[in-house]
Nanobody
Framework: QVQLVESGGGLVQAGDSLRLSCAAS????????MGWFRQAPGKEREFVAV?????????YYSDSIKGRFTISRDNAKNTVHLQMNSLKPEDTAVYYC?????????????????WGQGTQVTVSS
């Protein structure tokens, strides 16, 4: 069992930056592929970014945030981060951290084994 706790959300203005963090409970954190998803009101949960592999050297992003967001992991601290720059009002959502054991279909939320409780990000225009 892996417990994930997100932090760092908040209310910001368009163009601002936020850094989300996700702390994992287990030392085996490094064996999991780590992803970020988001869900806006009335919409389905959508893929944002993933760090594949223990080093997080392989990263993939959704087209909507590519070039603005960066995912990174710190295995020494059992933490994964999502640096969000140039935020837009359409980035407003609850952001979730998730962990999966295999790397297949990393963009599908149903393939993830563990989820955090989410952190709200609100971007005003």
């Amino acid at each position: 069992q892996v417990q994930l706790v997100e932090s760092g959300g908040g209310l910001v203005q368009a163009g601002d930056s936020l850094r989300l963090s996700c702390a994992a409970s287990r030392r085996t954190f490094r064996t999991y592929h780590m992803g970020w998803f988001r869900q806006a009101p009335g919409k389905e949960r959508e893929f944002v970014a993933v760090a594949i592999g223990w080093s997080g050297g392989s990263t993939y992003y959704s087209d909507s945030i590519k070039g603005r967001f960066t995912i990174s992991r710190d295995n020494a601290k059992n933490t994964v981060h999502l640096q969000m720059n140039s935020l837009k009002p359409e980035d407003t959502a609850v952001y979730y951290c998730a962990a999966k054991y295999d790397s297949d279909s990393y963009y599908l939320p149903d393939t993830y084994d563990y989820w955090g409780q989410g952190t709200q990000v609100t971007v005003s225009s």
